[in-house]
């Protein structure tokens, strides 16, 4: 397993979890994919401000508009895939 997918598998489990209890793996389950999505829309957000910072500090407008528009299609694909899940805003702790 990726150490960063078992990292969010750790995140996700609790130590009061009863692995015998289909609740609780449900409950587990639901944590884990939200962590998963939310992995994903972090990546996608972190791309978008990087290219909006790199849009603002070009020179070449072409470059700039292009860089901009990548930006906001991350943002457009962050709300899509929180769509797609079902997931507006994870608050897991």
């Not at 209890?21 to 994919?33: G, K, S």
């Amino acid at each position: 397993m990726n150490d960063r997918i078992r990292e969010v598998w750790i995140k996700a489990a609790r130590e009061d979890s009863d692995p015998d209890n289909w609740d609780t793996q449900e409950q587990f389950i639901e944590r884990f994919a939200q962590l998963i999505v939310k992995e994903c829309t972090n990546l996608l957000f972190d791309e978008s401000e990087r290219l909006y910072a790199y849009s603002s500090e070009c020179d070449n407008m072409r470059e700039s508009d292009e860089a901009e528009l990548a930006a906001e299609k991350c943002v457009d694909l962050i709300t899509m895939i929180e769509a797609h899940f079902g997931v507006e805003e994870v608050l897991l702790e």
